[in-house]
Antibody, heavy 117, light 106 residues
């Protein structure tokens, strides 16, 4: 059964670094790409970046200077790190599996992150 | 960056009605388009991929069409469980989403 689950702090102070973990089950990170997507409260979806099954990465150009995505295949975990957080980074952060056919077929439940002092 | 313009922003329809949501891409995306449904407090769910392919388990009242820069999602015979927000996403280039359509019952 395919599952993804995000974990991380619910509150981050401005200018600090956000670290999130996406733990997956039911598939291998060596076979599927995993994306990070975020959604500010009441707003739309923003693609943040992807880690390919090969380990390569690609980032949204608007976030590229602050964002890093990595993974530990043996632990079935994908990591997101984003520095210099500001209040506008307050959002629900999702990890999602690339379906290989088109689109994202499985999503985590999301983790709400608030940036506030 | 490929921009996705989605319309309408909100939509009110009656049970049993047919509704259509549209997305326009800023350039040709060669059918690299998906549609998602998101209910309040939940994660998005894939409905359609490659513009017109129905994802596994999605009811057949949902359908997608289009080509080039113009795409649409149609919901036939609207059901109460279809009340949700809907987003388009292009993945021809690095993924970008439309702003969403909030569908409510009249």
């Amino acid at each position: 059964q395919v599952q993804l689950k995000e974990s991380g702090p619910g509150l981050v102070q401005p200018s600090q670094t956000l670290s999130l973990t996406c733990t997956v089950a039911g598939f291998s990170l060596t076979s599927y790409n995993v994306h990070w997507v975020r959604q500010p409260p009441g707003k739309g979806l923003e693609w943040m970046g992807v880690i390919w099954n090969t380990g390569g990465t690609r980032y949204n150009s608007a976030l590229k200077s602050r964002l890093s995505i990595s993974k530990d295949t043996s632990k079935s975990q994908v990591f997101l790190k984003m520095n210099s957080l500001q209040t506008e980074d307050t959002a629900t952060y999702y990890c999602a599996r690339d379906s290989q056919l088109g689109g994202f077929d499985y999503w985590g439940q999301g983790v709400m992150v608030t940036v506030s002092s | 960056d490929i921009q996705m313009t989605q319309s309408p922003a909100s939509l009110s329809a009656s049970l049993g009605e047919t509704v259509t949501i549209e997305c326009r891409a800023s350039e040709d995306i060669y059918n690299g388009l998906a549609w998602y449904q998101q209910k309040p407090g939940k994660s998005p769910q894939l409905l359609i991929y490659n513009a017109n392919s129905l994802h596994t388990g999605v009811p057949s009242r949902f359908s997608g069409s289009g080509s080039g820069t113009q795409y649409s999602l149609k919901i036939n015979s609207l059901q109460s469980e279809d009340v949700a927000s809907y987003f388009c996403q292009q993945y021809y280039d690095y993924p970008t989403f439309g702003a969403g359509t909030k569908l409510e019952l009249k």
